[in-house]
């Protein structure tokens, strides 16, 4: 069996296929899917969205500073392709996918309410970075879904079936193989 050797690009994958929810500075709202998107620190908690320029909601994270990270899942997968594929200049897709804007706390974008995270970002640098503008925004707050709650307080984010995009598809997370830490945990 052979390796093939191809040109440079981006081939890590899986990725979580997000919706991003934002507001410009008259209040006018959209949404749009990106799967360029990953936690960078931890201390502060920051995370990074990869936004092409001349995507509709680029000029309003540039004029408001601020976006909400929404999670997917299974039931939101084609909701989550529709935002990615159609245009906020042209049509309403909260209205169109059925999806309930929510307040948030700390920014003026709103949340969706069908996700089961919702992470309230604020932008603190952008990137020019070629085909796509990054923008590392620090987390304010993260908002989860009751429903995902257990008994004892924990949340269980995989009992939403989270979606992931991976080379063109998008895929649900698989069977759970171990926990962090599982490779050294002492035997009984």
């Known amino acids: 069996m052979g ?7 981006n081939m890590l994958y899986p990725l979580p296929a997000v919706l991003v929810s934002v507001a410009d ?12 998107t990953g936690t960078i620190c931890s201390e502060p908690p920051m995370v990074s969205i990869s936004v092409r ?3 509709y909601s680029h000029h309003m994270i540039e004029e408001t500073g601020e976006f909400v990270i929404n999670l997917t899942t299974e039931e939101l997968a084609y ?5 990615g594929v159609k245009s906020g200049k042209d ?10 804007p929510i307040a948030g706390e700390h920014v003026k974008a709103p949340m969706v309410k069908e996700s089961p995270v ?9 990137l020019e970075l070629g085909s796509h503008d990054m923008f590392i925004a620090e987390v304010l707050a ?3 879904d009751d429903r995902y709650m257990d008994d004892s307080g924990r ?4 009992d939403s079936k989270p979606l992931v995009y991976s080379h063109g598809r998008y895929l649900t997370t698989g069977k759970e193989i171990g926990s962090f830490g599982y490779s050294v945990k002492k035997k009984k």
């Open 3 to 9: 390796r093939q050797t191809w040109k440079a690009g």
């Open 25 to 36: 500075s008259a209040g006018n709202t959209n949404l749009l899917t990106i799967a360029w």
């Open 53 to 55: 320029p001349e995507r």
């Open 79 to 83: 909701a989550t392709d529709y935002c």
């Open 91 to 100: 049509i309403d897709k909260w209205r169109e996918m059925n999806l309930t």
């Open 118 to 126: 919702n992470l309230e970002c604020r932008v603190t640098q952008k």
């Open 142 to 144: 993260v908002h989860v």
């Open 155 to 158: 949340f269980n984010l995989n």
